[in-house]
T-cell receptor, first 114, second 114 residues
Framework: NAGVTQTPKFQVLKTGQSMTLQCAQD?????MYWYRQDPGMGLRLIYY???????DKGEVPNGYNVSRLNKREFSLRLESAAPSQTSVYFC?????????????FGNGTRLTVT | AQKITQTQPGMFVQEKEAVTLDCTYD???????LFWYKQPSSGEMIFLIY????DEQNATEGRYSLNFQKARKSANLVISASQLGDSAMYFC???????????WGAGTKLIIKP
């Protein structure tokens, strides 16, 4: 049982390049999330998808777009990468949005924008 | 306003000792959930334990227990018989009822000494 799978694990981009981070979960979870983690700032929510077919902005959505392709997959796109987007990106999923539903995380993508 | 406070940026503990990681929270909701996550140096985020605000018993999961003091708004993680593999960052998080967002603390870096 793979859980939450993210690709790629590492990526280096030049300013202005675009890329898509892929995420898939095999736990039949309804809700999926994208976070970024920066030193000293903890985890910040970029976008989330409460259920298939819906997406909503989180705390720091600017510069990103998302697609909930189906129940399993939730991708994050950087259209024009900036150095400020250098970070570690985590995808997560949960059964639903309920208070007792823990998030299960992928292993993260370390992105560097030069 | 900061809603999750982890006052210990770093801790050193001797192997086999018990360790308590502090977490205080702030919410006006009566219904909420509290979570603890572990992040080893390898980077993945691992869900450890959950406590609901209406749960009468403190949550336990193996060597992990949550010392929940509702009146004090604290949800401290207790690790019994610490092991070298417990060395990691530990994050406390809270979700209020009806809110999709997990609110994260800044984390505590725990180092277990042999």
């Amino acid at each position: 049982n793979a859980g939450v799978t993210q690709t790629p694990k590492f990526q280096v981009l030049k300013t202005g390049q675009s890329m898509t981070l892929q995420c898939a979960q095999d736990m039949n979870h309804n809700s999926m999330y994208w976070y970024r983690q920066d030193p000293g700032m903890g985890l910040r929510l970029i976008y989330y998808s409460a259920s298939e077919g819906t997406t909503d902005k989180g705390e720091v959505p600017n510069g990103y777009n998302v697609s909930r392709l189906n129940k399993r997959e939730f991708s994050l796109r950087l259209e024009s990468a900036a150095p400020s987007q250098t970070s570690v990106y985590f995808c997560a999923s949960s059964v639903n949005r309920a208070g007792d539903s823990p998030l299960h995380f992928g292993n993260g993508t370390r992105l560097t924008v030069t | 306003a900061q809603k999750i406070t982890q006052t210990q940026p770093g801790m050193f503990v001797q192997e086999k000792e018990a360790v308590t990681l502090d977490c205080t929270y702030d919410t006006s909701d009566q219904s909420y959930g509290l979570f603890w996550y572990k992040q080893p140096s390898s980077g993945e985020m691992i869900f450890l334990i959950y406590q609901g605000s209406y749960d009468e018993q403190n949550a336990t999961e193996g060597r992990y227990s949550l010392n929940f003091q509702k009146a004090r708004k604290s949800a401290n993680l207790v690790i019994s018989a610490s092991q070298l593999g417990d060395s990691a960052m530990y994050f406390c998080a809270m979700r209020e009822r009806g809110n999709y967002q997990l609110i994260w603390g800044a984390g505590t870096k725990l180092i277990i000494k042999p």
